[in-house]
């Protein structure tokens, strides 16, 4: 569910997720976890977006890591 809110989700729902994940408490922690998580296993339209998201609240993220391209699955 959560891979498809970021993939297909409107800017709402990008909204609610990212004050769900600025918590400071462990749930908001593994929210964040999860959401790196899926930018690098799941091809997500906007990935960058999303781990860009997350450094602004966590602070430094590998700024570039390898994603997968959604392109790949329609191939």
């Known amino acids: 569910m959560l891979a498809q809110l970021l993939d297909r989700g409107e800017l709402a729902a990008w909204r609610q997720l990212y004050r769900l994940a600025s918590g400071g408490g462990a749930e908001a922690a593994a929210l964040r976890g999860r959401i790196l998580r ?22 430094p993220i590998e700024p570039y890591p390898v ?7 329609l191939a």
């Open 67 to 73: 994603v997968r391209d959604p392109a790949d699955e």
């Open 38 to 59: 899926l930018c690098r296993t799941v091809p997500l339209s906007f990935p960058h977006l999303f781990i860009a998201a997350m450094a602004a609240i966590d602070g």
